[in-house]
């Protein structure tokens, strides 16, 4: 919900370095200027434009963006949302957590960018591609899910899938079945559902 906005500096303690969706594009608010304008980034290219005003209802979206698995430089990494005071709209790039490495800064936010976009707008690889790919060590693990991975476990001389920030519950084979570990045994039904009725069969 787009929240009433009393002046310009309003404005800017709630969206600045915050993701919004703009005409449905997720984008990287950078700044709100005096007249409400706002200078922004799409996640998609990072490529920088004007927001003509942030407080334009039929334009700006603030809904929470779904988050989850986030491939970033060949590798899978699980995305969440850390608590946070609501004092800002849309994602704050501070309530935003990284499984193993963190909160991204400024900098690294910029490598994040085009995969983050991916993932909100749920764009992954088939289970068979993420299999081939990690299997030929073209990656260190891959997302085929928001909420699945696969990874190889290089001491273990076999293939793994990750489920959220659990890490491997399971193993994988290539026909898309998984065979969970016995204490993870209860998420064959969420991965038939989520995974294998959808992508494989």
Known sequence: MLRSLHSADHAGMRFSRTIIRYKGQPCWVDEVNGDFSANARYLKDNKSF????????????????????????????????????????????????????????????????????????????????AYVKVGKDLVVSQAFHRNWAIWKDIDQGEICVLFK????????????????FPEYSYLQETYNEEVLDVQVR
């Open 165 to 180: 920030h659990f890490g491997k519950v399971g193993t994988a084979n290539e026909d898309g079945t998984i065979k969970l």
């Open 50 to 129: 004007q927001i003509p005003d942030i407080r334009n209802k039929e334009e700006i979206d603030v809904v929470p963006v779904p988050l989850g698995f986030c491939d970033v430089e060949g590798i899978a990494r699980y995305l969440t949302r850390m608590p946070c005071r609501r004092t800002k709209q849309g994602l704050a790039q501070e309530a935003l957590y990284c499984e193993g490495d963190g909160v991204p800064d400024f900098y690294r936010m910029r490598q994040y960018s085009k995969a983050l976009e991916k993932t909100i707008n749920n764009v992954y690889s088939c289970f068979k591609e």
